[in-house]
């Protein structure tokens, strides 16, 4: 009877620490997946986690909390409640809920500004994620990824993330998450490959089609007009700013297609328009970066006008908000490495301070990456002023304009000359501004760049241009034309510049380019666009040798 009795109770125990799952967490988990969080959010609010029986459903609860809170976009201010959720589901069966406490955890670390230790999270759930779980494979990735654009390491491994968050969501089929990856990468690559971020944003405007996500259809679109901004072909950006402003307004959470618009048609030369749709800019509400656009875009539209005046003044003032943007980032960047700081320390202590060694490196890292934070805004300052005085003394040096030496043909030397006469005006120009301005290279390379946008060489010259070019040159132009039809006029006035010598800045002048540093760039897209691997300089001296 003892035993009967004794088993009896253990039973009852045993009952007691497997309760039942609460239905309104079940309802709460439920809403929760369909994507209707802020009903799942209402009904955990109302739960008392006093009437909760049982430690699984506590971590249930401190799981779908946090997971709500996070969705709804509620600041989490402590990691306390996951942890709950994590303990429990430590070495559980329970698969799902052990992945999610994980990046959960995660999240919420995020969200408290303690980047490096979610990163370390979002790991662990990776490697505890099944190979054939794609959904949360690519949901780890896209959040990693975010974690990596935010932080103040600068590599490329956001990008690497999103890509492989890409692959995951599209062996999970699941567009919606594809679709964010796509407009996410698109607006990384526009820093750095126009032609890559063109393709993602096309590839993120029809799946806003296919899925009829008029909000996303409508930012991408936004997106895309910038990105022809960038690229110079500001006819498309501005027929795509005003289809978006025009049409997709109810889905705007910003004022980026009007900017786009404005920007647009002042470069057409078209200020009217540009200065409609500028001041159809609210400001009621403008944060500092808010103000920071408006200002630049400002600036362009007054040097259109060429009020310049006007113009300095909004630009004094845009560089100082700016700059305080840029100190508030570096003082919440070195805020979060402190706060690293600060939770392991009290970790330490917790432990009776066993690990010193592990105090004095992290302590010793904290230091180095605010040094190194340092040292690299420091070295870009320098290198971009550096930059302007190579300009400066790339054009007192260089005189390759003034003795072109055309295969020792006179008569096309002359022709030459006479067809590039104004271009050596131009040169003599800036040669002399340079001298004038030798201690103030940013102003310089103002007036340099305005100097060019100004001047751009008149396209009825270019055909003699190539004309002497294939005489002096054997052909060459043509030649290339023939074998790479795929290239555009402009590329092969470029590549008639490369077969005469001229240095980049020379071809900047030429060609109209206002950033120095184009010229390279459009070398390496130029070969990539006819699938070589050599340089273009050695293909087309290759092309010239050729019978």
Not at 111 to 128: C, F, I, N, P, V
Not at 158 to 169: G, M, Q, S
Not at 278 to 303: C, G, M
Not at 524 to 540: N, P
Request: net charge positive; with cysteine.
């Amino acid at each position: 009877m003892k035993k009967l009795l004794f088993l009896l109770l253990i039973c009852l125990s045993l009952a007691g620490c497997s309760s039942p799952v609460d239905s309104r967490l079940a309802e709460a988990d439920s809403l929760l997946c369909t994507g209707m969080q802020e009903k799942a959010f209402a009904i955990l609010k109302s739960v008392s986690p006093g009437s909760l029986h049982g430690r699984g459903n506590r971590a249930y609860y401190a799981l779908l909390y946090t997971q709500a809170q996070y969705k709804c976009y509620e600041p989490i201010r402590s990691d306390s409640l996951i942890d709950i959720a994590v303990d429990y589901y430590d070495g559980s069966d329970d698969y799902d809920k052990h992945l999610r406490s994980l990046i959960y955890k995660g999240a919420a670390l995020s969200d408290m500004g303690d980047r490096l230790e979610a990163a370390d999270w979002y790991k662990k759930a990776e490697e505890t994620a099944d190979t054939a779980d794609y959904d949360n494979l690519g949901y780890i990735n896209l959040r990693l990824a975010s974690l990596y654009g935010e932080s103040f390491i600068e590599n490329d491994e956001h990008i690497t993330k999103l890509k492989k968050a890409i692959d995951y969501f599209h062996k999970a089929r699941n567009k919606e998450y594809e679709l964010m990856c796509m407009s996410r990468l698109g607006a990384f690559y526009r820093a750095i490959d126009l032609d890559t971020a063109k393709y993602y944003l096309d590839n993120a405007v029809k799946f806003s089609k296919e899925l009829n996500d008029s909000s996303s259809y409508f930012y991408n679109l936004g997106m895309l007009a910038r990105l022809y901004g960038m690229d110079s072909l500001y006819r498309k950006e501005k027929d795509i700013a005003i289809y978006v402003v025009n049409n997709g307004s109810k889905y705007l959470n910003d004022f980026n297609p009007y900017y786009d618009a404005a920007e647009a048609y002042a470069m057409l030369g078209n200020l009217d328009s540009a200065y409609f749709y500028f001041n159809k800019i609210v400001r009621d509400k403008f944060n500092a970066n808010d103000s920071v656009v408006w200002l630049s875009t400002l600036n362009k539209l007054e040097r259109r006008k060429g009020d310049y005046k006007s113009a300095f003044l909004h630009y004094s003032e845009m560089k100082d908000i700016a700059y305080s943007i840029y100190k508030k980032s570096m003082q919440e960047k070195l805020w979060s490495a402190e706060k690293k700081y600060d939770t392991q320390r009290l970790e330490r202590e917790n432990a009776q301070l066993k690990n010193h060694k592990l105090i004095l490196y992290l302590t010793v890292l904290l230091v180095l990456i605010l040094l190194l934070s340092i040292w690299i805004v420091s070295m870009k300052r320098k290198n971009k002023i550096r930059e302007q005085f190579d300009i400066i003394s790339q054009l007192q040096n260089d005189s390759k304009f003034f003795e072109l030496e055309l295969s020792n043909k006179s008569d096309c030397e002359v022709k030459l000359k006479s067809i590039l006469s104004e271009q050596f005006e131009k040169i003599k120009y800036l040669i002399d501004l340079s001298y004038q301005l030798e201690s103030k290279p940013e102003l310089f390379i103002k007036r340099f760049r305005e100097f060019i946008k100004k001047t751009k060489m008149p396209n009825n010259l270019w055909s003699d241009f190539i004309v002497y070019v294939n005489i002096a040159y054997n052909n060459v132009i043509d030649k290339i034309a023939k074998l790479h039809p795929q290239l555009k006029d402009e590329e092969l006035y470029f590549i008639s510049l490369i077969c005469c010598g001229f240095s980049y800045i020379e071809i900047a002048i030429c060609m109209g380019y206002t950033n120095n540093n184009y010229v390279n760039n459009k070398k390496v897209r130029i070969a990539k666009k006819i699938g070589i691997t050599m340089s273009l300089k050695e293909y087309i001296n290759q092309i010239i040798a050729s019978n």
